[in-house]
């Protein structure tokens, strides 16, 4: 239960949910003063969130600290960690294991295998799922099949597959790390997600952790190009596409702030 109330009561907190429950009591208290205020701010903060121009500003904030925290050079490390995330099972009517955009992590693990920078590759991720009955397994086993598939040795191959969570994920991990007797991991993950992540695996997994970023949603602001009358037209306009963005930036922001209030981070 605590698990699920961790993933509904943010929702509120995010722009769609606070601002579908700002037009909602709106609507309750039209008849008072407040109400039509209540209806008009919770219209604002969508159009806010969604354009494209808060949605950088918020992206960058997360992702410029983790290129900065990424090593130009990558050590050796014991372990290549990959964070869950990205993959899609092979559930009919797909026929293989598919990657959507987080699915970055992944293939940035296996060139560091094949690099050499570690000798193994561990993938990492529960099954998340709240539906009865349902087939699909852990993220960490789709992760490691498709390795072997893409030519990654299944020996080098290790999983983790019982953490839902980050700071689940850095606890299991320094466990699984100690336990073979490894000093320092390579830690793979989506740029946005990086600093919490990196706060949580250095606080809880006793690991000396080297964050190596990748999915970076935007090019860096010096690549990015100068305003014009048409772009900030567009940048101000709402975007669905930029919603998400807000949100799941907002998403990381929160998750840091309520893991470092818990300790975690």
């Known amino acids: 239960m605590g698990f699920l109330l961790s993933k509904l009561l943010p929702l509120g907190l995010y722009p ?15 008849r ?31 992702e410029e600290p983790a290129a900065a925290l990424t ?10 960690v990959v964070l869950g995330s990205g993959l899609r099972p092979a559930l009919a009517p797909r026929r293989q294991v598919e ?45 490691r099949q498709l390795a072997i598939d893409l030519g990654a040795p299944a020996a080098a191959i290790l ?31 989506s740029a946005t997600h990086m600093p919490r992540s990196l706060a949580t695996f250095r606080r809880r997994s006793g690991l000396e952790v080297i964050p190596v970023a990748c999915d970076f949603q935007l090019t860096s602001r010096n690549n990015y190009g100068g305003p014009t009358a ?22 990381e922001h929160l998750g840091l702030l309520v893991y470092r209030l818990k300790g975690w981070s």
Not at 16 to 30: I, S
Not at 71 to 80: E, K
Not at 230 to 251: E, I, N, Y
């Open 32 to 62: 008072r003063r407040w109400g039509p205020w209540l209806s008009g701010g919770g219209v604002l903060l969508l159009w806010i969130a969604a354009m494209p121009y808060t949605s950088r500003q918020l992206v960058w904030g997360l």
């Open 16 to 30: 769609l949910g606070l601002a579908l429950v700002l037009q909602l009591v709106g609507l309750v208290g039209r």
């Open 71 to 80: 090593p130009a050079v990558i050590p050796r490390a014991d372990a290549v």
């Open 159 to 189: 999983t983790n597959p019982g953490s839902r969570t980050t700071a689940e994920e850095a606890r299991d991990i320094g466990q699984l790390g100690r336990q073979r007797g490894w000093t320092r991991i390579l830690l793979v993950t």
């Open 99 to 143: 990657v959507n955009e987080a699915g970055d992590r992944l293939l940035t693990g296996l060139r560091l295998l094949r690099q050499g920078k570690a000798p193994v590759l561990l993938t990492s991720g529960a099954k998340v799922h709240f539906a009865s009955g349902d087939p699909a397994p852990a993220e960490a086993e789709v992760a």
């Open 230 to 251: 048409a772009s900030v037209m567009l940048d101000l306009a709402p975007d669905a596409g930029a919603l998400l963005l807000t949100s799941q930036s907002l998403k």
